[in-house]
């Protein structure tokens, strides 16, 4: 119940509320005060046993500025089981057959999304990387090469420009089986037609190699000492002039991390979490070995822990 003002009262009474009928009525004298009322609340009921997030609305997604239609077109599902309608299966097949424009828009989306949700990325680097393959696929540059490649690029770089990069090999774990030469190839392509179009460089973003740590470190499962530790390492890393790559520069840490840790880590098991060859971690750590006592936090370990580290 809730109060109202009643002119036949003349105060201000309690007043219910008519589902049925949409009234609002006078608890005391029984006038009707408003008619016809719009009830905006939800017409289902929610279970304390259901998803939150299975809301059964009656709207269909949001529009799609990338596709002609804006995604609103009507798709007519194949039905389910041999027992299937019959009309509906006939409309199916012939929607089929009817020309769409943004059929193969329609299936690269899909693809970057399957490969998006694998690496548990936010939704805005899948918008990004569609962005990217519609302008490349405006161009009609693309035909006769690799799709896949081409997908797994616009999806890498869509990492780098939203700053929150992937390394190729990540990316080539979901690319439906393209190399990672072939996306190499892909994304110097795309870049090169891009900036072509624009007339300008295109922006890529600065690769850190903190932007890989934690993801390598909770691969390994090390401690939150030794993760804390490790990005004070990399951070202090950058003021040095070490001529390596910011994923074996994070790879190297780890293991120099990790040696001064009661949890050690076999390099091989840092090659495979970080994707970075044992040769090249060696040869990482040999750079920062010199250093160590800068880069490693006195709070972790201690000079004398610091001469018992393994020499390069």
């Known amino acids: 119940m809730a109060d109202s003002y009643c ?42 046993n259901e998803s939150a997030d299975n809301d059964p609305v009656r709207v269909g997604g949001p529009t799609n500025p990338l596709l002609a239609d804006g995604g609103l077109s009507t798709v007519i599902s194949k039905p389910n089981g041999a027992s299937g309608d019959f009309l509906s299966s006939s409309l199916s097949r012939w929607q089929n057959r009817g020309s769409n424009p943004d059929r193969s828009l329609i299936q690269a989306f899909k693809t970057i999304a399957i490969m998006a949700d694998r690496l548990n990325l936010v939704a805005t680097i899948k918008d990004r990387a569609n962005e990217i393959y519609k302008k490349v696929e405006d161009l009609k540059s693309i035909r006769g090469r690799n799709q896949d490649a081409i997908l797994a690029a616009c999806l890498y770089i869509a990492c780098r420009q939203e700053d929150k990069p992937r390394t190729v090999k990540e990316i080539c774990s979901v690319a439906n089986g393209a190399t990672k030469k072939e996306i190499g190839r892909a994304k110097e392509y795309i870049v090169k ?28 499962n090390m401690t939150n000492a030794a993760v804390k530790a490790a990005q004070e390492a990399v951070h202090k890393s950058e003021e040095l002039d070490i001529r390596r790559s910011p994923i074996s520069i994070a790879a190297a840490v780890i293991y120099m991390i990790t040696q001064l840790s009661d949890d050690k880590k076999l390099l091989r098991d840092i090659s495979i979490a970080t994707g970075v060859a044992e040769g090249t971690i060696r040869n990482s750590y040999k750079d920062l070995y010199p250093y160590a006592s800068r880069l490693i936090p006195t709070t972790f370990a201690k000079e004398e822990d610091l001469r018992n580290l393994c020499s390069p």
């Open 7 to 48: 002119p036949d009262c003349k105060k201000s009474t309690e007043v219910v509320f008519d589902h049925s009928a949409g009234d609002t009525v006078c608890f005391e004298c029984g006038l009707v005060l408003e008619a016809h009322s719009i009830d905006e609340t939800s017409e289902w009921r929610t279970f304390a």
């Open 193 to 220: 037609q891009l900036e072509l179009e624009m007339g300008q460089s295109m922006e890529m973003g600065t690769i850190h190699a903190g932007d890989f740590l934690r993801r390598f470190c909770s691969n390994l």
